[in-house]
Structures are given as C-alpha cells and as structure tokens.
C-alpha cells in the first residue's frame, strides 16, 4: 500500500510516542494537583509549551493546549471576535476549512456578526488589495487559513496580516496544513492568532495548539476550572501536549530538507498525471501551494470511483477534506474556484510525506492513469 493521504492524518512518530508513554503511565498526574505527581505532569506541560513557543517564536503564555485544530479554530475565531468589542464584522474567504466557516456562521447566526467573503481567484488565492477594500472601522476579525486543505494553495500571508495590522484588526490564520512545510515564525507571519493540529506532524489525534497574542482578549469557549490561564478549561492532556511538541519540534528540524525533496516529488506526479490522463486538469495554484499536496480533476469520471480503482490498486488517497468524507456535495473550495458541480465532484488529492519515494510517485502515476481510463471506459459502457 501506498499511503498518500497525509493532508488527512500522518501516522504517529516513534518519538513522539516515546516521549508521551510516561504520560500515560507512571507519570499521569493532574498538572493541577498539588503532589509530586501533579507537580511532575505540570513540569511536563510547561516544557511542552516551551518548546512550541520556541518554534512559534512567541511568548509561552501565548500558547493554548487544545483537543485539535478544530477546537483551535473555533476558540480562536469565537474568542476573539466576542471578546474585543472593536465591532461585529468578521472576514473570512470562502475555500476556508469547515471549522472556521462553521464558527463564523454560528456567530453571524447566533451574535449577529455581519460576514464578508474575500473573493479569491481561480488558483485560490486571496489579493490582500482586496482585504484592504473590505476592512470597517467595525471590523473585529480576519481569518484566513496559511495554505489550503484541499487543494494546497498558500495565501501570501505577510502581506494579508499587514493590511489588517495597519487597520488595527485582528489577524488568525488556520495553519494546520502548513505545519512541517511552510514557516511558522508568528512575528515573521504578522499574525495575531494560529491553529496547529497534532496529528498532521506526527502526534496523535486529540492535541491541538492555538498561539494568541497574549493583548488581545479572549472569550473561553470551554468554561470549567480555568485551566490553561482560563482561556481553554479542562485538565489538560499531557501526554497529548508532549507528544505534539516533540513532534512539532522534530519538524520544524526536518522542514527545509523535508520540504525541497518533496516538492520535486509533487512536481513529477503533476507532470506524470497531465501528461497521463486526457482532460485532467491541476487545482489550486501551479507555484505557491504546499509542497506535498497535488490535487486534480478528472472530467468525465467519478472522483469517489476514481479512489476506490486506486484503492484497489493499491494508492491511498482521498477526494479533499477527510472532515467532509461522506458528503455527497461538491467542495465548496473547489466551486469557490469556479469550478462546476459536476467537475470538482471528480476530484483526487494526493498528499505526499517526507517518506514518499520516487518509486512510489512512479507507482501512483501509473496507477491513477489505468484507474482514471478504467472508470471513463466503464462510464462508457453504462451509458
């Protein structure tokens, strides 16, 4: 099998495991209590922020454990907008995750946030000449993710983040696909808020990171003890908070190396699969998109029928966000490109690793031009 589906989860890494084990083990106390257990899990905890810290290149009081990037997004987007009383409008585009369109749909619905959608072109890319037109004297928030889930565009966000910092506004981004490959130096950035996932670097399910500068406000969304200097409440997880440390740390190591290698490998399943397969067409933008994200359509085919020949032949991969699987819509992101129903529901994402080989690019450029003509010819025959 040949697994390349990392956009969606990466397998965890031995290190982090390693580092997390005596969490779950002998050293499982609650960070909160006041006994040589407790006081060791806190001890723990406080390294694990550091080290984030160190890789954000942020205060470790700005950072805030959480159960993944979702939670991230949502204590992020709802926090900030309903803890600074700047206004009640929200920016955002329309290809963002689920995650935060949901949060800043509850808002409009639920607070009455009025919402305006950045347009974005036909790569999906956001021009921050635009985000300056849109910014109010009301404006509470922008949002906008680093690079995307679906089809690996990356946003140029130094130069979005200068347009809302020179209003005064507010900037968070949705980093969890750019972790491992893109920078993630928050000054550097201009952000003011940034949401990681563990397990897209190798840390399991269930840990998340949200950065906030530490001057803005911020609304818990979870209320309890206050934990996490009461903006996230709940005992913490650890084990879960190490293991996406360590994992985070390794690949901000591993990231340049990791990065150059892979992109020459996304570049030449591209070629393979253009010159391979009549009518199929690349997403997301030719240049500035992640290095090991290469996404398509297939008009004429079926991309559900797509990945389930390439399953059966031995390819792992998935029609866009592992979040909406089983939906039967087209992605949002892909008809925000102006893309039509029809067509962006022929989708395939292939998301490669630093452990992908070029043998195995080889593979899947081979595999994906028999599947791709074996479900055409099928279609064919039914109709």
């Given at each position: ?36 257990i407790?006081?060791?899990?806190r ?33 992020a ?77 990356v ?124 009518l ?10 992640l ?12 991309g ?10 031995g390819?792992?991969c ?37 452990t ?28």
């Amino acid at each position: 099998m040949i697994y390349l589906d990392n956009a969606a989860t990466t397998p965890v890494r031995r290190e982090a495991l390693e580092a997390m084990w005596p969490h779950l083990t002998g050293s499982f106390g609650n960070p909160s209590s006041h006994h040589r257990i407790g006081e060791a899990a806190r001890a723990a905890l406080t390294d694990a922020r550091r080290t984030v810290a160190g890789v954000l290149g942020c205060r470790p009081g700005d950072v805030v454990f959480t159960s993944g990037g979702t939670e991230a997004d949502n204590l992020a987007i709802k926090g900030l907008a309903l803890g600074n009383p700047r206004g009640h409008h929200l920016v955002t585009a329309p290809i963002e995750h689920e995650a935060v369109l949901e949060s800043v749909a509850y808002l409009r619905r639920v607070h009455g946030f009025e919402v305006t959608m950045l347009p974005v072109d036909a790569t999906g890319r956001v021009d921050p000449a635009d985000l300056a037109r849109v910014i109010r004297p009301d404006t509470t928030l922008v949002t906008v993710q680093y690079a995307n889930n679906e089809v690996g565009t990356v946003q140029p966000l130094a130069e979005l983040s200068a347009v809302a910092r020179e209003h005064g506004v507010p900037f968070h981004t949705d980093a969890v696909q750019a972790a491992g490959w893109l920078p993630l130096d928050v000054m550097a950035l201009g952000v003011d808020a940034l949401s990681l996932s563990g397990h897209k670097v190798g840390a399991p399910p269930g840990s998340g990171v949200l950065f906030v500068r530490g001057r803005y406000p911020l609304e818990p969304v979870l209320h309890g003890g206050g934990q996490e200097r009461g903006k996230r409440s709940g005992t913490e997880n650890v084990a879960g908070a190490v293991a996406l440390a360590t994992a985070l740390r390794l690949a901000e190591l591993e990231r340049t190396d990791a990065a150059t290698r892979t992109t020459g490998l996304r570049e030449a399943l591209i070629a393979g699969v253009l010159a391979g397969v009549p009518l199929a067409q690349l997403t997301g933008h030719p240049a500035h998109r992640l290095p090991g994200t290469a996404s398509f359509v297939f008009p004429g085919t079926s991309g559900e029928a797509v990945l389930l020949e390439l399953e059966r032949r031995g390819i792992v991969c998935s029609s866009g966000s592992a979040c909406a699987a089983g939906s039967d819509e087209a992605s949002h992101v892909l008809t925000a490109l102006g893309l039509s129903v029809e067509v962006a529901q022929t989708a395939v994402r292939f998301t490669l690793a630093a452990t992908t080989t070029a043998d195995d690019v080889t593979e899947a450029v081979a595999s994906v031009r028999m599947a791709v003509d074996s479900v055409a010819r099928l279609g064919a025959n039914q109709s």
